[in-house]
Nanobody
Framework: EVRIVESGGGLVPAGGSLRLSCVAS????????IGWFRQAPGKDREGVSA????????TYVDSVKGRFTISSDNTKNTVYLQMNSLKPEDTAVYYC?????????????????????WGQGTQVTVSS
């Protein structure tokens, strides 16, 4: 059974940091790329970052480049999203998702339908 569980969300002031964790089970990171998405109230879900452990590649949406870092620990089947210099506009529910295949990682952030499995999300709130 595939399972994805996110954690690490919370309330932080602008300029603060959070580290989100995504623990996956039921599949191998060799076969699946992992992406982080977020959805703010009244907005569409958007891709934030993704990682391919097989090809050791990462990608980020422009709005978080230089502030967020995605990484993985395959021994723990866990992907992390370190978020620094947080802004109020980063406020959203953050979701972790798994995608079969590692091609076109950049494009995958725009193609939400390519992701097969999703977690329940974790709330991130950044106060101004």
């Amino acid at each position: 059974e595939v399972r994805i569980v996110e954690s690490g969300g919370g309330l932080v002031p602008a300029g603060g940091s959070l580290r989100l964790s995504c623990v996956a089970s039921g599949f191998s990171f060799d076969d699946y790329a992992i992406g982080w998405f977020r959805q703010a109230p009244g907005k569409d879900r958007e891709g934030v970052s993704a990682i391919s452990s097989r090809f050791e590649s990462t990608t980020y949406v422009d709005s978080v480049k230089g502030r967020f870092t995605i990484s993985s620990d395959n021994t723990k089947n866990t992907v992390y999203l370190q978020m620094n210099s947080l802004k109020p506009e980063d406020t959203a529910v953050y979701y972790c998702a798994a995608r079969s295949g590692h091609w076109n990682l950049d494009q995958s952030l725009s193609n939400i339908w390519e992701y097969d499995y999703w977690g329940q999300g974790t709330q991130v709130t950044v106060s101004s």
